[in-house]
């Protein structure tokens, strides 16, 4: 009897939920650190970073792994695993874009455009939550840390 061997692709396991939850609890504290945050750059840059971890806990766990792809932004896949989130991720691409430029130095943005993405991230971060069907957070710092407009 002769024995054939079958070849087999590996498939990386699905994240487990401890992953999605380490998102979220990563997502939280960007949030937290946004609001103590000194200047409005690094505030908005941690609130996207923020919604950018909620987005992924959700990518990860409402996808099923099966083989490989092109790498996608999670804002260009979110609106296929979560309709209902679709206006949040155009939102947060355009956020990204800037955050990308504040990065580079070739833009600013003002305090409140900084706290205002901060009030964003908190609700989409909820929004995620709830989507997951877990409950609700506690709320952010009342009061946000003084910035600098640099």
């Given at each position: ?19 999605v939850?380490d ?13 103590r ?29 099966a ?8 804002w ?38 900084a ?36």
């Open positions: 009897m002769t024995t054939t061997s079958i070849r087999t692709a590996e498939v990386p396991p699905a994240p487990s939920a401890g992953t939850l998102l979220l609890d990563r997502s939280r504290a960007g949030l937290v650190q946004a609001c945050s000194q200047t409005a750059s690094q505030r908005y840059t941690e609130a996207h970073l923020a919604a950018l971890r909620a987005a992924a806990a959700l990518v990860a766990a409402r996808t099923v792994v083989g490989r792809s092109r790498p996608r932004s999670v260009e896949v979110l609106p296929r695993l979560a309709p209902e989130l679709g206006e949040w991720a155009t939102f947060f691409a355009a956020s990204g874009r800037r955050r990308l430029a504040l990065e580079r130095g070739s833009r600013t943005v003002s305090p409140r455009e706290d205002d993405l901060v009030r964003q991230c908190e609700t989409f971060l909820e929004l995620v939550r709830g989507a997951l069907h877990l409950p609700f957070a506690e709320p952010l710092p009342g009061e946000l840390a003084p910035t600098s407009p640099w």
